[in-house]
């Protein structure tokens, strides 16, 4: 079982840049895939970015490629999501989430594949 809490959500203008950070309860969070989502209000929750157990993979949806980079700390047991050039359409409440997997290949894009997820944090991006 992880619990996950995320930060760093807020309002910002378009081109702007916001960081987005999920902190991990537990010690086998190196077990875990790591991702983050987001849904925009009458959207899917839609799959933004996930990055392997150990970190040195990494995935992202064409839509945010170039944009933003997902990161990790084993160490600290969090996962961030720098969001850089931000548009209006980036505009959504974004969730962590964290995927039982076993193998440090992996990096589910799918919700379903997703075990644990934080409670979400909203940005808002203005035109």
């Known amino acids: 079982q992880v619990q996950l809490v995320e930060s760093g959500g807020g309002l910002v203008q378009a081109g702007g840049s916001l960081r987005l950070s999920c902190a991990a309860s537990g010690r086998t969070f190196n077990s875990y895939a790591m991702g983050w989502f987001r849904q925009a209000p009458g959207k899917e929750r839609e799959f933004v970015a996930g990055i392997n157990r150990s970190g040195g993979s990494t995935s992202y949806a064409d839509s945010v490629k170039g944009r933003f980079t997902i990161s990790r700390n084993n160490a600290q047991n969090t996962v961030s999501l720098q969001m850089n050039s931000l548009k209006p359409e980036d505009t959504a409440v974004y969730y962590c989430?964290?995927?039982?997997?076993?193998?440090?290949?992996?990096?589910?894009?799918?919700?379903?594949?997703?075990?644990?997820w934080g409670q979400g944090t909203q940005v808002t991006v203005s035109s």
């Open positions: 989430a964290a995927a039982i997997v076993y193998s440090n290949y992996n990096i589910p894009v799918s919700r379903g594949s997703y075990d644990f």
